[in-house]
C-alpha cells in the first residue's frame, strides 16, 4: 500500500502564491500519472491538475490553466503543484493521487489506486 503525504496548504491572500508538494511515505513508487483533486465545502471533489509521471504531459481543469503548475521531480518522487494568483473560489482542501497504470483519463478519480488525506488551502478576500 502506497501512502501519499501532501504539504504545503495554508492561509494566503487573493492574488498570492502557494506550493503543494506530494510524496509517497516510505518508499520509491513509479505511477503512470499523478493528480491534484480538490474539493471545497459542501462540494464535491473536482479535478485540478494532472501530470503523466514517466512523460510529463499536463493536464488541467479550466479553472485553474494559466494560474496553477503540475511539475514532478523524478529523484524526489515528489509531484508539486504551484498556484500563483489565487482566488477565494480556490479554497478547498486539495488531495494528492496517484494512479499505477493507465486506465483512462486523469480528470476521473476512479482513475486512482491511493490518496492523500488532503491539505488545506484557504484564500481571503
Known amino acids: 500500500q502506497v501512502q501519499l503525504v501532501e504539504s504545503g496548504g495554508g492561509l494566503v491572500q487573493a492574488g498570492g502564491s502557494l506550493r503543494l508538494s506530494c510524496a509517497p511515505s516510505?518508499?520509491?513508487?513509479?505511477?503512470?500519472?499523478m493528480g491534484w483533486f480538490r474539493q471545497a465545502p459542501e462540494k464535491e471533489r473536482e479535478f485540478v491538475a494532472a501530470?503523466?509521471?514517466?512523460?510529463?504531459?499536463?493536464y488541467y481543469t479550466d479553472s485553474v490553466k494559466g494560474r496553477f503548475t503540475i511539475s514532478r521531480d523524478l529523484a524526489k518522487n515528489t509531484v508539486y503543484l504551484q498556484m500563483n494568483s489565487l482566488r477565494p473560489e480556490d479554497t478547498a482542501r486539495y488531495y494528492c493521487?496517484?494512479?499505477?497504470?493507465?486506465?483512462?483519463?486523469?480528470?476521473?478519480?476512479?482513475?486512482?489506486?491511493?490518496w492523500g488525506q488532503g491539505t488545506q488551502v484557504t484564500v481571503s478576500s
Open positions: 501530470i503523466m509521471w514517466r512523460v510529463g504531459g499536463t
Open positions: 516510505g518508499r520509491t513508487f513509479n505511477p503512470y500519472k
Open positions: 493521487a496517484a494512479g499505477r497504470a493507465d486506465y483512462g483519463p486523469g480528470w476521473y478519480e476512479r482513475n486512482y489506486d491511493y
